[in-house]
C-alpha cells in the first residue's frame, strides 16, 4: 500500500510541501525511507510503522540515506560494528566521505562509480541491492542499474515535466 500511495503522490504533488504535507497522512504498512529532491533542496523523509520525521540534509543540501533510520529524534543508535547490521553503518559513512572528499566536484559518474563499489572497498554497493539510483533534480534526470540485469540507464524526465 505505500509504495502506490507514494506514486500517487508524485502524479500529484508539484512541490515540496505539498510532498511533505501528503507524507504526513500516511500510515505505512512497512517501514521506509524516502528520499524527495528539487533542484532547491532535498529531504529524507524517515517513515517507521508509527512516527514521521523528514530529516534535513546532512551537509550542503546532500543527503545520504541508506537502509537504517538515522535522525536523532529517534533515540536509535547506529548498528555495532561487529553487528549483522553494521554494513549499513558503514556504506553511510563511506557515502559521507566520499560526500566530502569530492565537495564541489559531483557528477553522475563519480556517484555512479562510487555505488557500484563495494562497501568493504569504500563504496556503498551491497550484493543484496535490487536497484541504485543517481538523481540530478537540476537536470531532471535519474540514472538508475539493476545489479545483474542491467548498468547505468539515464533517464531524461523534462519531456514529463515540460
Known amino acids: 500500500m505505500l509504495m502506490s500511495t507514494l506514486f500517487s503522490f508524485l502524479e500529484t504533488c508539484a512541490t515540496q510541501e505539498q510532498m511533505d504535507a501528503a507524507l504526513r497522512t500516511v500510515t505505512p ?3 521506509a525511507i524516502v528520499n524527495v529532491a528539487s533542484p532547491a533542496v532535498a529531504y529524507s523523509f524517515e517513515l517507521p510503522l508509527t512516527g ?30 561487529d553487528s549483522e547490521n553494521a554494513w549499513t553503518a558503514l556504506r553511510r559513512s563511506n557515502l559521507l566521505a566520499f560526500a566530502g572528499a569530492n565537495k564541489g566536484a559531483f557528477d553522475v559518474a563519480k556517484v555512479a562509480h562510487v555505488m557500484a563499489t563495494a562497501i568493504a572497498e569504500g563504496g556503498v554497493f551491497d550484493a543484496g541491492a535490487i536497484y541504485q539510483v543517481v538523481v540530478v533534480p537540476a537536470d531532471l534526470t535519474i540514472t538508475l542499474r539493476a545489479p ?13 515535466f515540460y
Do not use: C, Y
Open 52 to 81: 514521521f520525521v523528514r530529516r534535513q540534509p546532512d551537509d550542503d543540501g546532500m543527503i545520504a540515506a541508506t537502509n537504517h533510520f538515522v535522525d536523532p529524534s529517534w533515540g536509535i543508535p547506529p548498528p555495532e560494528p
Open 148 to 160: 545483474n540485469h542491467f548498468d547505468w540507464q539515464e533517464i531524461d524526465l523534462k519531456h514529463f
Open 29 to 31: 504498512d512497512i517501514a
